[in-house]
């Protein structure tokens, strides 16, 4: 039971929560002005896990073909047998569920807004197959964290301005993050006809658009600063995420290091950003 429980985990990529919490978590205490109420940051919680676990199930599934043809890949849950279709079929399906339940203990208008990120992940696996862009299809999937934070605890859209900013942000870092993680697969991907930024200019042009994305996402940080904070105890957070990004770019070539260990700090570096603009003006 225990080695089944490690390979769903392994399938869902558990330690990607690392990028997205952190973005929710900050959407939700910006729209509170502080710790929300305990249900509904539990709520919160349980709503993140179901559509992370739904989004990367949806992922391995609607890839399973080009996993298997991809050296790098090949030994993931799914093209390797490890997992059966219908075990991942489950998992997405169980994720679906309870991130459904939970948008509906929250609110109806988070209910009514639920079936636009599941839509949002179903699409963008595709994306790979027709356009060059779809690093943006990921980008755009978790922008939509500090939103889901901030509509969950306001059940509205009124004053959308701040956590807009951390979507914004959002979108252009994980793009541009994405673009660089995809510079693994390079060479497979331009012969197997897979669309990236990298397959199509190569990795020099692929990284210089990256870190343009990455200038937009610490300019998106800057407006949230003027914008709502204007705190002196918030300005060493910004000053790190701006360094941390810069890093990401001078670690490019360690791709381990740049996608994973650098970016999961990045994700906290900004909700201590968040925090200290809320709790010390």
């Known amino acids: 039971m225990m080695e089944r429980l490690k390979t769903y985990g392994r399938f869902v990529k558990v330690e990607h929560t690392l990028f997205s919490l952190p973005l929710i978590l900050s959407g939700a205490f910006l729209a509170a002005g502080g710790v929300p109420e305990s249900r509904v940051l539990i709520l919160i919680l349980i709503a993140a896990f179901g559509a992370r676990t739904s989004a990367l199930g949806l992922n391995r599934i609607i890839d399973k073909e080009i996993d298997r043809r991809n050296p790098r890949t090949r030994e993931r849950e799914l093209p390797s047998g490890k997992m059966s279709l219908i075990e991942a079929s489950?998992?997405?399906?169980?994720?679906?569920?309870?991130?459904?339940?939970?948008?509906?203990?929250?609110?109806?208008?988070?209910?009514?807004?639920?079936?636009?990120?599941?839509?949002?992940?179903?699409?963008?696996?595709?994306?790979?197959?027709?356009?060059?862009?779809?690093?943006?299809?990921?980008?755009?999937?978790?922008?939509?964290?500090?939103?889901?934070?901030?509509?969950?605890?306001?059940?509205?859209?009124?004053?959308?301005?701040?956590?807009?900013?951390?979507?914004?942000?959002?979108?252009?870092?994980?793009?541009?993050?994405?673009?660089?993680?995809?510079?693994?697969?390079?060479?497979?991907?331009?012969?197997?006809?897979?669309?990236?930024?990298t397959s199509r200019y190569g990795r020099k042009r692929a990284i210089i658009i990256s870190a343009v994305l990455h200038l937009l996402s610490f300019l998106a940080l800057i407006g949230l600063y003027f914008y709502s904070f204007r705190s002196i105890y918030a300005l060493p957070f910004l000053i790190i995420s701006g360094l941390l990004l810069f890093w990401e770019h001078k670690k490019s070539a360690d791709v381990d290091f740049a996608f994973f260990k650098i970016n999961a700090v990045l994700g906290f570096v900004v909700f201590l950003f968040v925090l200290s603009g809320i709790y010390l003006p």
């Open 90 to 197: 489950a998992i997405v399906g169980g994720g679906i569920l309870i991130y459904l339940i939970a948008a509906y203990l929250i609110c109806d208008f988070v209910l009514y807004l639920s079936p636009i990120p599941l839509i949002v992940f179903t699409v963008y696996p595709y994306m790979k197959r027709f356009t060059s862009l779809c690093h943006f299809g990921v980008g755009l999937g978790l922008s939509l964290s500090p939103l889901g934070g901030w509509f969950a605890v306001r059940c509205s859209a009124s004053g959308i301005i701040p956590p807009l900013f951390l979507s914004l942000f959002t979108f252009f870092w994980v793009s541009g993050f994405d673009i660089i993680y995809a510079t693994l697969d390079e060479e497979f991907d331009r012969q197997s006809e897979v669309f990236s930024l």
